[in-house]
């Protein structure tokens, strides 16, 4: 088992890929190679399961149980990344919405970072 800093530092240096990826894949889905673009995708895939994986460790970490049990800032973090892990899926599908895309994704993660920093209660 790992320790909670282990886990920490796996979660955020695979957000930092995650979002490396999508970038590359927004600019490479208008002029990029079909095996580049295929290498930002495979690397987007790769980093979402393990920050899900990392993430799962983390809340494990944290005590926290049962998904009842769950607040609210964790369920919002959970569908913001989960809407990280389908923005590849709109990219590749309305290449049009690349420049919209290009500032959204960040938004995405500010708020996840928001939510974990300040943990809001609503």
Known sequence: MLSYNAYKLIHLIFILLLFFSLGAYLILSRMGTLRARRLAAITHGISTVIILVSGFGL?????????????????????????????????????????????????????????????PIF
């Open 59 to 119: 809340i494990a970490k944290l005590g926290i149980g049962s998904f009842e049990s769950w607040p609210a800032w964790l369920w919002v973090k959970l569908a913001v990344w989960l809407l990280l892990a389908l923005v590849m899926a709109v990219i590749k599908r309305v290449p049009s919405l690349t420049a919209v895309l290009w500032f959204v994704i960040p938004a995405l993660g500010a708020l996840a970072v928001f939510m974990v920093i300040y943990k």
